[in-house]
């Protein structure tokens, strides 16, 4: 049973997600798989483009916001998907050896008019490095279940 | 030598990117790594879901539609990077066996006022199934270098 339901969740909550060591192996497999642009996939030709070296992709940097947004939230939360997200900014490079950390802010909590079994909250979603510099930043729209009994009245 | 700079991309052209088949060892795999939500895991799970079966992260529908980009525009193209990304949707539900097209509308092209050799395009970008049904949508910012010599006037 999960521990968290939409009527859990209220704005202004802040939820740590936990950590995240980036290694310049895991840049390269990911990007070989997904973004092969040079300055993802090999050091010299990265060290000679604007990034002055090799850096992440900006959608490997969702994807380890992701990984620790499901392990430290939704997979203990009655989380039902998402239909999309808005202003997300790739604000700094992520390079080999960066220690990510991942937040999210409650910003809104919306039960649904036509569900009363679910809802969606708006989460602020922010990655920040070791020297604590923001990374990424996006808005999300999460679908929650209602806790049982809720939203009856 | 790129073939494509800044100077190439004006408002209205159409790229289309090329296509990719999702199989349902792809979805878990991708899933299993950077998206471990129950019903992009596992079918039995998945089908008593609101998704009634497997569906694909919605991280997984954005980099299959990354690469898409990469081989069939950027990589060829003076492509330096993006900040950050608007109003991304995840239309409709990616399964597995779905074959994804992608293309890019060009919006906007705007020199760099701060650097003459380079500058930004504003690149709608969407994904499409087997059945012609956008399961994907975004307003990319994409950085382009300028042709050479381009930008002195």
Request: aromatic share 8%; net charge negative.
């Amino acid at each position: 049973m999960p521990e968290i339901y939409l009527d859990d969740l209220a704005p202004g909550q802040l939820h740590e997600l936990g950590r995240h060591t980036v290694g310049a192996d895991e840049i390269v497999a990911f990007a070989s798989l997904w973004d092969p642009q040079p300055f993802h996939l090999d050091e010299q030709v990265a060290a000679r483009s604007i990034y002055g070296g090799l850096i992440a992709s900006g959608w490997h940097t969702c994807c380890i916001f992701m990984r620790l947004f499901a392990d430290g939230l939704l997979n203990r939360a009655a989380a039902m998907g998402s239909p999309g997200i808005d202003e997300l900014r790739w604000l700094r490079p992520v390079r080999p050896g960066d220690t990510l950390f991942g937040r999210v802010e409650v910003v809104e909590v919306r039960p649904s008019r036509s569900r009363p079994d679910c809802g969606i909250a708006r989460l602020r979603s922010s990655m920040r490095n070791q020297a604590d510099e923001e990374v990424l930043s996006f808005d999300a729209a999460v679908m929650f279940g209602r806790r049982p009994g809720a939203g009856a009245d």
